[in-house]
């Protein structure tokens, strides 16, 4: 593998972080409004009482899922920063490196010092090329755990569905919340696939 | 590349001009960079563009080893002047970049910090290298509010940043000016609009004209010489500078 800098991947790889943080800005809010609606949900079940039991255990489920949903988009936001400030860093190593490249490809016989120098830089660049890709594997980690907690979000979802119709005269209410569930669920699902397949690229 | 020719020389005492790029990217301004050298004390003044670093590098490397550049004197703080500081420390952590105290704290956007830079103070400082002194002579608002030329009284040489300066076109780029009528036409326009206040230009011509000068060497264009030192000294305190001298009103 060469370590050689290169500018193209660099930037096109910070455009790819800063698209995912923008992605996970849109994630952050339907959890939001789903742990909204999963404390109505809670309430609702609490009013409706014995037949909402399993309902309301649900919606429980469904809010601690937002909560660490919210969580992890918080992580990875974390590391999209930490990696858009790697990047950045690449991009003027890339750019110092280029050109005293062209200073010692210019000089007639360069000094072992000069070459030091060079020898320096595509250490300190190979060392920040690692960096990035161990943050792309977390960021990549931590999606496949969003995914993974999605894919849940959507069964439970489903079971609230089952759950509604025991719902006797709160039975409509109780089917409209869940149908709410399953389409915000089904809402997140392709934006976590989408970062996934945005950073697998790479 | 950059061409890099001595211009004065007295034992190991010498400056050497490194000018003229004809390969350099059209949209980026040639400038003209100078090598100091006392018993091997080296300085680089107004080091220049990251951009042309490789080509001031490369011409320099015909006279010193580059490494060796122990001073780096930035008149101030243009890109054009010092935005290749990051390089050269790059080359020499221990290089020591002279500047106005007003920019040792915006130029380590361009690289550098605290152990690299001096600050040098508005009246001004001397400093050795090798057996001699050189002098950094105030040159405020002309064009920039913390701005220093430099002086060596022994060679006779007042380097003076962007004062001089022309836009040469290029069948008329000599590296000494040769017609002086001819020559500074092309510094009116850069002279006018450029330097903002005629009372650091008339403080620093009275200045000037007492100094002992063999050499006006500017950043861009031509090196005056002999007697065209005091006529560039009269041409410019009687040009009329500053906003009086252009319209950017509707
Ligand atoms: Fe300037
Ligand atoms: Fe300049």
Redesign the interface.
């Known amino acids: 593998m060469s370590n050689k800098p290169t500018h193209n991947t660099s930037s096109g790889e910070l455009a790819g972080f800063v698209r995912l943080n923008e992605g996970i800005k849109g994630v952050v809010l339907i959890a939001f409004q789903i742990n909204i609606m999963a404390l109505n949900a809670i309430l609702l079940a609490h009013r409706a009482g014995e037949v909402a039991l399993g309902f309301g255990v649900i919606s429980k489920e469904l809010r601690s899922l937002s909560v660490e949903l919210t969580g992890l988009m918080q992580e990875l936001s974390n590391d999209a920063y930490l990696a858009v400030n790697l990047i950045s860093d690449l991009l003027r190593q890339e750019r110092r490196y280029r050109l005293l490249k062209k200073a010692t490809d210019l000089v007639v016989n360069p000094s072992p010092a000069l070459r030091d120098v060079m020898l320096r830089r595509e250490e300190e660049f190979s060392l920040i090329t690692h960096r990035v890709r161990d943050v792309r594997l977390r960021l990549l980690d931590r999606l496949e755990d969003a995914r993974k907690l999605c894919q849940f979000g959507t069964a439970i979802s489903r079971s609230a569905k089952i759950e509604a119709a025991y719902g006797r005269e709160y039975g409509r209410a109780l089917a409209e919340v869940s149908q709410e569930f399953d389409q915000k669920i089904q809402n997140i699902l392709p934006s976590i696939e989408a970062l996934c397949t945005g950073m697998q690229r790479r | 590349?950059k061409t890099a020719q001595t211009i004065y020389q007295e034992g190991s005492h010498r400056w050497v001009v490194i000018a003229r790029d004809p390969s350099k990217p059209d949209c980026v301004i040639d400038t003209n960079e100078y090598l100091v050298s006392r018993e091997g004390d080296n300085l680089l003044t107004d080091p220049g563009g990251?951009?042309i670093?490789?080509?001031v590098?490369?011409a320099l490397?015909?006279i010193v080893?580059?490494?060796s550049i122990r001073y780096l004197f930035a008149s101030h703080q243009d890109p054009d002047i010092i935005s290749s500081l990051?390089?050269w420390l790059?080359?020499n952590p221990d290089i020591r970049c002279y500047v106005s105290r007003l920019w040792s704290s915006f130029i380590p956007h361009f690289g550098g910090d605290e152990n690299s830079l001096t600050a040098i103070p508005d009246e001004g400082m001397s400093m050795p290298l090798g057996s001699g002194q050189i002098e950094y002579v105030p040159a405020h608002f002309l064009h920039s509010s913390g701005n220093f030329h430099l002086y060596d009284p022994d060679a006779r040489i007042l380097f003076s940043g962007d004062v001089g300066a022309a836009l040469l076109p290029p069948e008329e780029d000599e590296l000494f000016v040769r017609d002086f009528d001819k020559h500074i036409r092309h510094a009116e326009g850069f002279h006018r609009r450029w330097m903002g206040s005629t009372e650091a230009k008339l403080d620093w011509c009275e200045r000037a004209s007492r100094m002992k000068i063999d050499m006006l060497c500017p950043q861009h264009g031509s090196i005056y010489q002999g007697d065209d030192v005091m006529r560039f000294i009269n041409w410019f305190a009687e040009l009329p500078v500053g906003l009086s001298t252009f319209r950017h009103r509707r």
């Open positions: 590349m990251s951009e670093f490789p080509a590098f490369a490397s015909t080893d580059p490494m990051g390089l790059e080359c």
